[in-house]
């Protein structure tokens, strides 16, 4: 069974930082890539990025703001937002999906399964 809990978000003032934090059972960290949607108010579901046992895939538009690590003691996945802005607001998503097509799970919307997600708002 596939669980995914995060944990993290919050109010950030614009140019700081936050991270986010996803824990998964043993069976979806071994077996998923790990990842992160986002979706702001009015907006669709965007991809992030994706992190497995064999490499890292991230959107280009958060490539070297956002920062993806895993941890395989504690089933956990990071996100590290770095220079947050205002459009960064949204609900962002905990998703796992093929581990061997990082760049599918962020791009092609493969997501296999949610997490139930967690609000980040920029704001001063």
């Known amino acids: 069974q596939v669980q995914l809990v995060e944990s993290g978000g919050g109010l950030v003032q614009p140019g700081g930082s936050l991270r986010l934090s996803c824990v998964a059972n043993?069976?979806?960290?071994?077996?998923?890539?790990l990842g992160w949607y986002r979706q702001a108010p009015g907006k669709e579901r965007e991809g992030l990025s994706c992190i497995s046992a064999t490499g890292e895939y991230y959107k280009d538009s958060v490539k070297g703001r956002f920062v993806m690590s895993r941890d395989s003691a504690t089933n956990t996945v990071y996100l590290q937002m770095n220079d947050l802005q205002a459009d960064d607001t949204a609900v962002y998503y905990c998703?796992?999906?093929?581990?061997?097509?990082?760049?599918?799970?962020?791009?092609?919307?493969?997501?296999?399964?949610w997490g139930q997600g967690t609000q980040v708002t920029v704001s001063w």
């Open positions: 998703v796992a999906g093929p581990r061997y097509a990082c760049s599918g799970v962020v791009e092609r919307n493969r997501v296999d399964y």
């Open positions: 043993k069976y979806t960290f071994d077996l998923y890539g």
